[in-house]
DNA sequence: CGTTAGCACTCGATGGCGTTGAGTGCTAAC
DNA sequence: GTTAGCACTCAACGCCATCGAGTGCTAACG
């Protein structure tokens, strides 16, 4: 069996309401609904052939139905209708983006908030693999006796820093030197090849190998580690309570516990290089607390080699048409925000 | 009428037993436990007595008691058996705070996540007001044309930044230069002070006191908003719905509102100089939402000068006693890390 | 006089039961 | 191919009786 013009139509017109309701759809709501001129009748026997080719599913004989995983799928895919952002919108949002454009964790966060408030849902947004990023500046600043302060600023002011133990000895205006050294030597390094850099600088700096192989091993180490937890950031996680699927405080629970461990997050957030929006839905996504969630992505732009992720987690049910364009439009405007750094 | 010793004990009993059960508590349950030895006719009437005094309420007629805020002001003042971690468990929490002092966010995050766990309730750490930090470097990057970030070092290696406009024409080494300057005249002041240390470097700068006068400009923004929202971490705030108190989705909603609001928690968490354990019972605390809620505070010192707070937030019955002790221990633990640094 | 056994009373929680109504599938007529 | 009609299903709702944990009161007891 093929699906036909109408069965297009009709399903559609299900999972639109569906996504308003989250209330099992019936023939006649259908049936009532412009747009589609047959009776309750014939929408039943339609229903019940996309039932059969699995795009609809009963929660109990007398109940509507409800769309199958498998109707989202094909929903975003060829059937959604893409509505444009006013302009208004886009300016509000844009606003509120820039008001804490000093720092860059400052404008993500920003980001995140603005993500979640337009959408309702709850939004992530994960910072740039630090091995993508190029070194522009290195400082060692001293804290105490033995101690140092590494401080690595890379593309677009991103900052990462670590305690690091230094050789006995060294006074302020020795770490400066170092610093210097080693901004010389990394700049426009990207971090990822920093290990080679580093092993030619330690030919020619004898007296100071011990110093130099510590940090080293410190940027290595952030790198394999792949970033902290500051690297994750999540707006509005209450939001998806508002929603009755998830009015049980279990599955809110496991839903927030996935939300607090952001290598979870991290990897769910995880996509391949194009720009283009990405939709996984429900059991698409590999964590099973998640099974009954969608989660959009979108990629923004930091300096010319980096890229960042930003996303939305909701109900299968979600607007994905809205979603889409709030996820594409920020997508952009974040990038536009954090290369004006570059 | 005063409370005499069998009162006490009673009462005692009563907060105990609701403390583990959450579950209104009948006589007969007092009269069965051990070291109250009178038969639940008598433990009535002086459950009786501790009503009119304000110390119990009953949900409805036929139903136990539950200790009323009061009770618990008692309680925690008077009543209350302290008792002592284990030397294992505190091993183990100092163990997990260890594991990522490398960079001091990594800490505090550590120190929140060992606090929720130990306790299973929502933990929530303010780092230390910017005022009263101490600059130990400033450094300035370039970015961007005609754009350079503001790098400050202060105690214990804490790192703020901020993007600021440069007037045109500086180079690295011009930057640099600045830098060198700006680290030698504002080293050791606290941040608070820092304007004046300001003015006097403006005096004998004439060609860059554009530049100087954005950079002042923007450390005071940073000091009089107090801090943003990275300043505030939070852990385990899905704990709290283990808990039958927020079995109802709009408490649990409105709760973790609330712990989304940086703002709103930093000055939850706002507390007088004391090293003392403070706590704050129900409607004791300013936020409507959580009047319900019952917050235990303590402070970490980070250098000479300057302390955190670190707390936990949790129903009204909660084990105060088991939280005391870790934010006590947590509290040292933390300024003991935070001070190898300094 | 404090303590306690006994007892009637209260009231939320639980579970069975009939009713309701939204929704279905099938059939026959258009 | 479409639709009106109809019997059927089943969760949701409200009603009611039952149950039991807990109370307050009174009278008896040491």
Redesign the pocket.
């Known amino acids: 069996m093929q699906l036909d013009e109408?069965k297009y139509r009709i399903l559609q017109a299900i999972i639109d309401d569906y996504i308003m309701t989250a209330?099992?759809?019936?023939?006649?709501?259908i049936s009532r609904k412009s747009g589609v001129?047959?009776?309750?009748?014939?929408?039943?026997?339609e229903?019940?052939d996309l039932?059969e080719l699995g795009y609809l599913a009963?929660?109990?004989?007398?109940?509507?139905?409800v769309p199958s995983y498998k109707a989202y799928r094909l929903y975003v895919d060829h059937l959604m209708k893409t509505c444009k952002l006013t302009s208004d919108e886009r300016e509000r949002m844009h606003e509120h983006l820039m008001s804490r454009s000093k720092q860059v964790e400052g404008v993500i966060r920003s980001a995140a908030n603005v993500l979640s408030d337009a959408t309702k849902y709850t939004s992530v947004i994960v910072a740039p693999k630090l091995g993508t990023l190029r070194i522009k500046h290195v400082q060692l600043v001293p804290v105490a006796e033995r101690t140092a302060l590494m401080i690595i600023v890379t593309t677009a002011g991103i900052v990462k820093d670590a305690v690091i133990r230094v050789p006995e000895g060294l006074d302020a205006d020795d770490l400066y030197g170092i610093s210097r050294i080693l901004t010389q030597r990394l700049a426009d390094q990207p971090l990822a090849g920093v290990r080679q850099a580093f092993a030619d600088l330690l030919k020619n700096a004898e007296q100071n190998r011990k110093l130099l192989g510590e940090a080293l091993q410190v940027i290595e180490k952030r790198l394999e580690q792949g970033g902290d937890a500051s690297d994750v950031i999540v707006g509005g996680s209450a939001n998806l309570l508002e929603y009755p699927e998830y009015s049980d405080v279990n599955k809110a629970r496991s839903f927030l516990s996935v939300l607090e461990s952001k290598d979870t997050l991290r990897q769910l957030m995880g996509r391949e290089g194009s720009m283009e929006v990405s939709i996984r839905i429900g059991p698409e996504n590999q964590v099973p607390e998640l099974n009954d969630c969608s989660i959009v992505t979108a990629s923004y732009r930091v300096g010319d080699h980096s890229t960042g992720t930003l996303g939305i987690i909701g109900p299968t049910r979600m607007n994905y048409n809205r979603v889409i364009s709030v996820l594409d439009f920020m997508g952009r405007a974040l990038s536009d925000v954090l290369s004006e750094y570059k």
Chains 1, 2 share one sequence.
């Open positions: 109408r209330m099992p759809v019936g023939s006649r709501t001129g047959f009776s309750p009748a014939t929408i039943r026997n229903m019940s039932e009963q929660p109990h004989t007398s109940a509507g139905r």
